[in-house]
């Protein structure tokens, strides 16, 4: 499986946008990037999913380049609610079902007024 | 339409008992996974269910079992319980051949 890394934390404000980008050098070919969010106490929610180039939906948007080695989730006008963790994953989506998810550390993104 | 339920909330366990936890999958939802996440750590894959039976499992050792029942809701059990076995524990469910996990709360697990 891929490995991916992602920062420990970011701060932003409230109003801006957030960039976490996640390096996964080893993709293969037939790898999915997924990312998830999770607040305290609670399970992780699946946010955007992507193959290549740009996925927008009304959450986020997820950029990737052409090379597939890294991948930016991108969150606009973020608010005090978007405090969380955002984890990045990448592996492939098996079509006979039996997926399962590989979570790393996870960025822990703090908005602040 | 109720999301995936998991119980109890919370609980707290001597080294050495045994525990088991519940979780009812999302509507429609055949597929149920088991994830284990330690403090301040991403979630951990246990294993998978699927018409019944384990599908696919992680690197746990065989204290860890479960269960899935006909109308898809599934069981963790833990034996022998360590300290290291405190944790968030996690149930998430799908459809067969979907990506995509939906996840239940958690049961919290403090082991003393």
Same mark, same amino acid.
């Given at each position: 499986l891929a490995k991916t890394t992602q920062p420990i934390s970011m701060d932003s404000y409230e109003g801006q946008e957030v960039n976490i980008t996640c390096s996964?050098?080893?993709?293969?070919?037939n790898d999915y990037i997924t990312w998830y969010q999770q607040f305290p106490s609670q399970g992780p929610r699946f946010i955007i999913q992507g193959y290549k180039t740009k996925v927008t939906n009304e959450v986020a948007s997820l950029f990737i380049p052409a090379d597939r080695k890294s991948s930016t989730l991108s969150l606009p006008?973020?608010?005090?609610?978007?405090t969380a963790v955002y984890y990045c994953l990448v592996g492939p989506i098996l079509t006979g079902g039996g997926n399962k998810l590989t979570f790393g550390t996870g960025t822990q993104l703090k908005v602040e007024l | 339409d109720a999301g995936v339920t998991q119980s109890p909330t919370h609980l707290i366990k001597t080294r050495g008992q045994q525990v088991t936890l519940r979780c009812s999958p999302k509507s429609g939802h055949d597929t149920v996974s088991w994830y284990q996440q330690a403090l301040g750590q991403g979630p951990q894959f246990i294993f998978q269910y699927y018409e019944e039976e384990e599908r696919q499992r992680g690197?746990?050792? #065989?204290r860890f079992s479960g269960h899935q029942f006909p109308n898809y809701s599934s069981e963790l059990n833990v034996n022998a &319980? &360590? &300290?290291? #076995?405190?944790a968030l524990y996690l149930c998430a469910s799908s459809l067969d051949r979907d990506y995509e996990q939906y996840f239940g709360p958690g049961t919290r697990l403090t082991v003393t």
């Open positions: 996964h050098n080893n993709i293969a070919t006008r973020v608010s005090l609610s978007d | 690197n746990f050792p #065989d &319980l &360590l &300290l290291g #076995d405190s």
